[in-house]
């Protein structure tokens, strides 16, 4: 079983950069699929991004593309999610997630068994 804390959180203005970690503890992070996502105030959780267990394949949601970029140091047993030109509507509880399963469907929520606390981020405009 794993255990995720993330981290790197906090308040930033309009246009500027955040790097989010996911730290994994009990089981070494490379047996999983791992995947980002934010929940906002009076909205669902959405999909942020999803990386493959070697890092070979990535998804992210449209909103985000071009923006943020997910990677692992499987070395440090860690994900990152580096959040750039960040908006205001990109404020939300973030969360990392771990799927035990293939990269299949990283989208989905249902197909993480394990959830980190969240970390807030606020973007000023």
């Known amino acids: 079983q794993v255990q995720l804390v993330e981290s790197g959180g906090g308040l930033v203005q309009a246009g500027g950069s955040l790097r989010l970690s996911c730290a994994a503890s009990?089981?070494?992070?490379?047996?999983?699929?791992m995947g980002w996502f934010r929940q906002a105030p009076g909205k669902e959780r959405e999909f942020v991004a999803g990386i493959s267990r070697t890092g070979s394949m990535t998804s992210y949601a449209d909103s985000v593309k071009g923006r943020f970029t997910i990677s692992r140091d499987n070395a440090k047993n860690t994900v990152y999610l580096q959040m750039n030109s960040l908006k205001p509507e990109d404020t939300a509880v973030y969360s990392c997630a771990a799927s035990s399963g293939p990269y299949y469907r990283p989208t989905e929520p249902s197909i993480y068994g394990y959830w980190g606390q969240g970390t807030q981020v606020t973007v000023s405009s």
């Open positions: 009990g089981r070494t992070v490379s047996s999983y699929t």
